[in-house]
């Protein structure tokens, strides 16, 4: 996409780290739930939510200081912001762009809510889920989860 | 055959797999294999949960096929409640058998502990999860008394949420091209996941909440029991409950053909007035757990005698009839 987006330049450009952009307005708490961000955090993070776009109306932006995202991130992050892209920052410039791709599965980062699953009970596997169009599917009890995702993030 | 050799849920069975499974069945029953074909194979039974005639079931077939069962015993005094994972245990008694069958409380058991062994696993109940091997003793019943297996129309009734026999079931029926009519109370109408399933594999379903909507179409009623613990109060239970009992008077509004099944045991959803009709066929769906066990059984064991799943299947079709 060569969609020039002036908004970012709302919350500073950082040095290196990562820039998620085009998550759906109002997403961006999910976005920081998946990365383990909270108010505990020293990580250096700016926020913006509902900042004006051209293709989603309003979106929101998570920068990051001084961390890259790892796949296993990245994919969880496409669940709940199909559109997103990443872009990695390093020295003031975009090393890397590129937008989400939805994983065929996702491994231990959802937890099932059926309590009367396999895979809540101590065994020695991760959780595991096939990612639909529309949602995810445990792939032991086959419970689906289509809203809240982020309610179910377990990293 | 079969999905990396194990049985574990009804989706993974194809419609030839079936086909293969209840030729063998009818095979083994018109012409009982010798008691050698089998000799010092040994069937491990894990039952987390007790299944007194499952386990029977499975014990019957493994012995007539001239192996054995090893039985872990009682669930109280297994290690599992000395703290052991199953994923421990199945692969424990995996080193002793040369297949398992696993019974066990929680959805997904036997897709995880497939996941830890290489011998042979067969799901035998899984919570509300999955029943196949229930399933392919209902096929078989149905093949036998409804004139084959394609273009049925069949009429699911009682707990449909949480009977786990009715979601293999509708699951199976949907690649022969079935349809299916369920009919429940609203609140144990079918889950979601299983709304979700079917519709992916284009099933034509109807949902009902009164039998005589659509008894008078059904080749087949497949009927299973309302648990009275899944009401808050005995009076609620008993409205909704007796709006899906069936007795002889019942039937009289069927097809004459139309065969009733139940996974068994019955409660009091189908009086025993319908035992003396021509409908009711339980009894023998129950009997042809041995038969159709023992067709599983045989197939597998073939399979893992020739080194794996694409081994002896070709063979062993052709070699049971036809
Ligand atoms: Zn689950």
Redo the contacts between chains.
Sequence with gaps: MSERDDHELRVSKIQDGTVIDHIAGGHAPDVLAILGIDSSTDEVVSVGMNVPSDRLGHKDVVKIEGRELSQDEVDVISLIAPAASINIIREYGVAEKHRVERPDTVEGVLSCP?H????T?????ASRFAVLDDGV????????IREDLAEHISV | MLDRNHVITAKNLSRADIETVLDRAAAIERDPPDRERHAGRLLGLCFFEPSTRTRMSFEAAIKRLGGDALDMGPVDSSSATKGE???DTVRVIAGYADALVLR??????A??AS?FVDVPLLNAG????QHPTQTLLDLYTMRENAGGLTDLTVGIMGDLKYGRTVHSLAYALTKFDASQHFVSPESLRLP??VR?DLHEAGAQVREHDDLDEVLAELDVLYVTRIQRERFPDESEYRAVAGEYRIDAATMERAREECVVMHPLPRVDEIAPDVDATPHAKYFEQAHNGVPVRMALLDLLLDDADSGGAAGATDDSVNGGER
């Design positions: 059926n009367d699953c396999i895979s009970e101590g065994e020695p596997v599917r445990c792939a032991y009890c086959e419970t689906l | 994972s199953l994923a066990h409380p929680s959805e997904g058991a897709t995880m996941e899984d919570g509300a999860g979601r996941s979700y």
